[in-house]
């Protein structure tokens, strides 16, 4: 795993089916619900007529870490929740978490390091256990 300035993320050789349902049982057991799932795949399909590989965004939370961060500074609500991403490769699923710190960093306030670094260690050990 190889963080970006966005993200971090691991290729897996299971196939997609397989793959998703443990990237949620991994957010699940790290505190994390997931509030939003997008199918990219079938709005690519609907609203444009295109096809795309399968590719799903999973807005998970952590609910006493969104609201530690939330008091800190309200308006983080507009980089909230944490997206992990799930799809087709070429040769593989690849599974990507944002990254916490770049996420949180942009906004300038010390008070969600420290914040910004939990939520990072639980999305590496979900990368790490699927």
Sequence with gaps: MKPSDYGVGRNLPEQFDA???????????????????????????????????????????????????????????????????VYESEAATRVVAVNAGAMLGVVGNPALDEIAGEVQARLTRVLESV
């Design 19 to 85: 793959v998703l349902p443990r990237v949620r049982e991994a957010l699940k057991a790290e505190g994390f619900g997931v509030l939003a799932e997008i199918d990219v795949q079938a709005a690519m399909k609907e609203k444009l007529g295109v096809e795309h590989g399968k590719y799903v965004i999973l807005g998970a939370c952590n609910p006493p870490l969104a609201h530690r961060a939330l008091s800190a500074e309200p308006d983080l609500g507009v980089l909230l929740p944490c997206n992990v991403v």
